[in-house]
């Protein structure tokens, strides 16, 4: 597959995403630029995932003045554990992660579970907002509404968006967040 760039919309960011397929597993690596807030940030991503699009485990680090780090790693049964193999209960039952400044973990969930056109599912995500560090457990809705289209919801904040897929599954736009520019 090749190289995406993404341009955020409502703030000045771009992101560079390359993934990258190996024989038992896939590698997605993104570095995402930009300011928010008046601050300025640098943030690389790893995410490491199955065959089947499951994530086994995850490190992202933000460059600058106050520079952070995070790993976990995934049983792939919906349980995580920190970089010194301690479990964190607190986001049991998320398979799937979401990471706030990228449209690509979008794609994780669609391309993991099979939709049958207009079929809505519940999802436990393992949110992680950038470029503050905050993780959180949140219900997430996805809805196959094409062969290309997915209905996204954030049932706590109303927030909806359709996201279209490119050939590859990998999320294109994020309308009026991000735009894909190359």
Known sequence: MRPVVWQAAKWPATEFLSVKHHEHNRQANGTINGCLDGQPFSIQYEIEITTDWKVSS????RNGIESTELKLTSDLNGHWFD????????FDNCIDIDISLTPFTNTLPVRRLNFEKGEKKTLHMLYIKLPEFELQKLTQYYTKLDNRLYLYENPVSGFRAELPLDEHGIVKDYPGIFTRIY
Do not use: E, L
């Open 58 to 61: 995850f490190f992202i680090r």
């Open 83 to 90: 970089k010194d193999g301690n479990h964190v209960d607190a």
